[in-house]
């Protein structure tokens, strides 16, 4: 008996002791949650003292906010109608063709090829070449854009211009470039350049002023040129589509007419009647090649839509530039004004 009142003791003083460690956790828990609360607390009024004193910075510098950026819009302003107008011309192709001179000598070479390797001539095989896409890159590459800019005489207007008259419609040249009455260039450069630009100098002018693009669905291709005198738009246009064509068709009459020599002279090689036939047969497609080249005008690219004067300017946006004018005066002004605000404090 006196066992158990000594065991029940001992329990009632272990559940004292276990209680007030209950409550000293319960109690550190509140304070904690407290100081985070009270933290949070502060952090927020931090923040909101910040946005509060940031809008009395920019209320204070209204005034130089307002004159920074109406300076910046009269900029824009004056900067957007000193811009010449730019005119695009835009012309609609497609391929012409699929097949040329040297496809049709692989095609067929293809098909006879086996018969030829008997007599140990090799005459090539493989598909045909992309007519359209090999145009399009010639058109794009130096060599064929500086001869087309000395075989039209294209260097004063591409390279001295800087805006065009609507009432005479003729060019107006930069008189610090080139001097019409002496017919001389007179730019100041410095070396290794010279006063009347180079070729290289005329080609990245002119690549500037050409777009192509060709849709890869429908193999339509556009080319764009833009320029300050809509009527010379149009022109340079209609020149470039025609000289891609005529440099084609002479290339590919050139290759026609050099396999045609070349089967001619392996003719006299063969005794066998099998590849003889083998050979005219080469021949007669060449010969049916080089009469296509003679034929057709628009060799690789056909014109759908040609190109035409424009009557409406493609640029500049000068709305657009006064907006994006404006937008960086006032952000620039609320910089400078927020930098004099907390630098004086």
């Known amino acids: 008996m006196s066992k158990s009142v000594e ?13 007030p460690n209950d409550v000293n956790t319960q109690l550190l828990q509140q304070q904690l949650l407290q100081q985070q609360l009270l933290l949070q607390n502060t952090q927020n009024q931090d923040d909101e003292i910040e946005l509060a004193e940031l809008w009395h910075a920019i209320w204070a510098g209204k005034f130089t906010i307002i004159i920074i950026s109406m300076i910046f819009a009269v900029a824009s302003v004056f900067f957007a109608l000193s811009q010449p107008n730019i005119y695009k011309a835009s012309a609609i192709l497609a391929p012409a063709s699929s097949d040329g001179g040297a496809g049709g000598l692989a095609a067929m070479a293809g098909q006879l090829g086996g018969l030829a390797s008997m007599a140990g001539i090799n005459l090539g095989g493989g598909g045909g070449v992309d007519k359209t896409a090999l145009a399009l ?28 008259d609507m009432a005479t419609n003729t060019l107006i040249l930069d008189e610090d470039l080139y001097n019409q009455a002496n017919n001389k260039w007179i730019r100041e450069v410095k ?7 180079s070729s290289w100098e005329a080609y990245q002018d002119f690549s500037k002023l050409v777009t192509v693009n060709q849709d ?15 009527t010379i738009a149009k022109q340079w246009l209609t020149w470039l589509v025609k000289d891609i064509n005529e440099f084609m068709r002479v290339q590919d009459q050139e290759e026609a007419q050099a396999s ?3 089967l001619t002279n392996q003719l ?16 007669e497609e060449q010969t049916k090649n080089m009469m296509l080249t003679m034929v057709k005008k628009e060799y690789v690219l056909k014109t ?7 009557d409406e300017k493609s640029g500049p946006k000068r709305a657009l530039i006064v907006v994006l004018g404006t937008m960086l005066g006032g952000i620039l002004s609320v910089l400078i004004v927020l930098f004099r605000y907390f630098a004086k404090k």
């Open 268 to 283: 006299a090689n063969i005794k066998i009647a099998t590849m003889e036939t083998v050979f005219y047969q080469l021949i």
């Open 191 to 197: 070396a290794p350049k010279r006063a009347e630009p």
């Open 7 to 19: 065991s029940s003791n001992e329990s009632s003083v272990v559940n004292k002791q276990a209680l």
């Open 304 to 310: 759908i839509d040609p190109a035409q004067v424009p």
């Open 137 to 164: 890159e010639i058109l794009k590459s130096r060599s064929f854009i500086e001869k087309f800019i000395t075989k039209h005489d294209l260097l004063v207007p591409l390279m001295a211009a800087k805006n065009w």
């Open 216 to 230: 890869k669905t429908t193999s339509m291709v556009n080319i764009d040129i833009a320029f300050y005198s809509p």
């Open 260 to 262: 045609i020599d070349y």
